[in-house]
């Protein structure tokens, strides 16, 4: 089946500093990914999607230049948090849109398996 | 606009009962409809989607769930909860031909033994 790969899981920085989330479809590709935030005893949030080759479409209150999103290659995604704050420490999870499976698996969202940041 | 709501943030059921999870949708278009599963510390795993078809749909560890256009819902059941049913249950909506997807605030599901 398909399976998302979400690296880091756990990443700790320090206020200031930029991190990067990585998000990969390992058995299929992934035209389409998104990016949530999910607060705690709340929703998942859409923050983006992601169209590989082109630019990401943010939801109304997402800072794109916070929260710079890459999508280079039919596999590949990246979010990168900038300058990063504590009000931005979450958990950020990916997903990805599996057009391309047949049956029971098409067009879901599999999603990776998260990254906790934590901003010192 | 597209909004999904779960009644009841926490649901408490003893090992063997009914589970019940209730979610309704609001959409201006036909939607499609999910439920996920998320294991602490893990993603959000598919249970089951209603596209087109049957209204009843059936997914994996025994849940199901009745697409009911009139009522706007699309609950989630079980007829008899297993300790490693524990998990929080999230309802999701897609629409604009699977382009986005919106989830409910989740449903934090106990088994009791």
């Known amino acids: 089946g398909a399976v998302v790969s979400q690296h880091p899981s756990r990443v700790i920085c320090k206020s200031g500093t930029s991190v990067k989330i990585e998000c990969r479809s390992l058995?299929?590709?992934?035209?389409?990914m998104f990016w949530y935030r999910q607060f705690p005893k709340k929703s998942l949030m859409l923050m983006a999607t992601s169209n590989e080759g082109s630019k990401a479409t943010y939801e109304q209150g997402v800072e794109k230049d916070k929260f710079l999103i890459n999508h280079a290659s039919l596999t590949l995604s990246t979010l990168t948090v900038t300058s990063a704050h504590p009000e931005d420490s979450s958990f950020y999870i990916c997903?990805?849109?599996?057009?391309?499976?047949?049956?029971?698996?098409?067009?879901?969202?599999?999603f990776g398996a998260g990254s906790r940041l934590t901003v010192l | 606009a597209q909004s999904v709501t779960q009644l009841g943030s926490h649901v408490s059921v003893s090992e063997g009962a009914l589970v019940l999870l209730r979610c309704n949708y609001s959409s201006s278009v036909p939607p499609y409809l999910f439920w996920y599963v998320q294991y602490p510390n893990q993603g959000l795993q598919l249970l089951l989607k209603y596209t087109t078809g049957a209204t009843l749909v059936k997914g994996i560890n025994g849940f199901e769930a009745e697409f009911k256009k009139s009522e706007t819902s699309f609950h989630l059941t079980k007829p008899s909860a297993h300790m490693s049913d524990a998990a929080e249950y999230f309802c999701a909506v897609s629409v604009d031909n699977f382009n986005k997807f919106y989830f409910g605030s989740g449903t934090k599901l106990n088994v009791k033994p």
């Open positions: 058995d299929f590709q992934a035209t389409t």
């Open positions: 997903s990805a849109r599996t057009v391309l499976l047949a049956g029971a698996g098409a067009n879901v969202l599999t």
